[in-house]
């Protein structure tokens, strides 16, 4: 059972690693430069909620719900979204920074992940069924057993993909980057 439900409320400029977040129910509510990183978001569900320029870094988020929640150049760096609560997991992503974050083993079908830094990423056995990586930079993110069908790498870049250990059918990529699925054979194109 939650201990609170709240809904169409506005956080800004709260800091919650000193007073931490009350754990509950947050439909429809909007943070709004607000700092979490290094908090205990575990068990909260989060519906319809927007995260704009907050900090979630390093949260401890098992169990979490995210349902239909958008976040906005926000730094999210190192969490482990296959702890949370995969039960409706619907999230976007635009202008944040993912970087060392791990989605192993998420279903994250027709997400949108719109000028996000998402390097040293693990996405290993993950479905990304149509998802759209517009203008991303996935370095040294891996890729390993995953579902990439449909899915638009049309403008993101450094990337490197093993075709032989993925399902790429439909896939989108265009060229330079596309060399991205060569890497593993060293050669050498001009």
């Known amino acids: 059972m939650s201990d609170v439900f709240v809904e169409n409320k506005d956080f800004h400029e709260l800091d919650f690693s000193e007073?931490?977040?009350?754990?509950?129910?947050?439909?429809?509510?909007?943070?709004?430069?607000?700092?979490?990183?290094?908090?205990?978001?575990?068990?909260?569900?989060?519906?319809?909620?927007?995260?704009?320029?907050?900090?979630?870094?390093?949260?401890?988020?098992?169990?979490?719900a995210f349902?239909?929640?958008?976040?906005?150049?926000?730094?999210?760096?190192?969490?482990?979204?296959?702890?949370?609560?995969?039960?409706?997991?619907?999230?976007?992503?635009?202008?944040?920074?993912?970087?060392?974050?791990?989605?192993?083993?998420?279903?994250l079908k027709d997400t949108k992940f719109k000028s996000c830094s998402i390097q040293e990423v693990d996405f290993t056995e993950s479905d990304l069924t149509a998802i759209t990586f517009n203008n991303c930079d996935l370095r040294g993110t891996k890729f390993e057993h995953s579902i990439l069908e449909?899915?638009?790498?049309?403008?993101?870049?450094?990337?490197?993909?093993?075709?032989?250990?993925?399902?790429?059918?439909?896939?989108?990529?265009s060229l330079p980057s596309a060399v991205g699925l060569l890497h593993k054979y060293d050669i050498e194109i001009n």
């Open 67 to 107: 349902r239909n929640v958008k976040f906005k150049t926000c730094k999210l760096l190192g969490l482990r979204f296959e702890d949370c609560n995969e039960f409706l997991l619907s999230m976007d992503f635009e202008a944040c920074q993912l970087d060392l974050s791990s989605f192993y083993k998420r279903s």
């Open 150 to 173: 449909k899915v638009d790498f049309q403008t993101a870049f450094n990337y490197s993909i093993d075709p032989e250990i993925n399902r790429i059918n439909k896939a989108k990529f």
């Open 19 to 64: 007073d931490q977040l009350t754990k509950g129910d947050y439909e429809n509510c909007n943070f709004l430069n607000c700092f979490l990183s290094g908090t205990d978001l575990s068990g909260i569900n989060f519906s319809g909620c927007v995260f704009e320029n907050c900090d979630l870094s390093l949260s401890t988020i098992t169990k979490t």
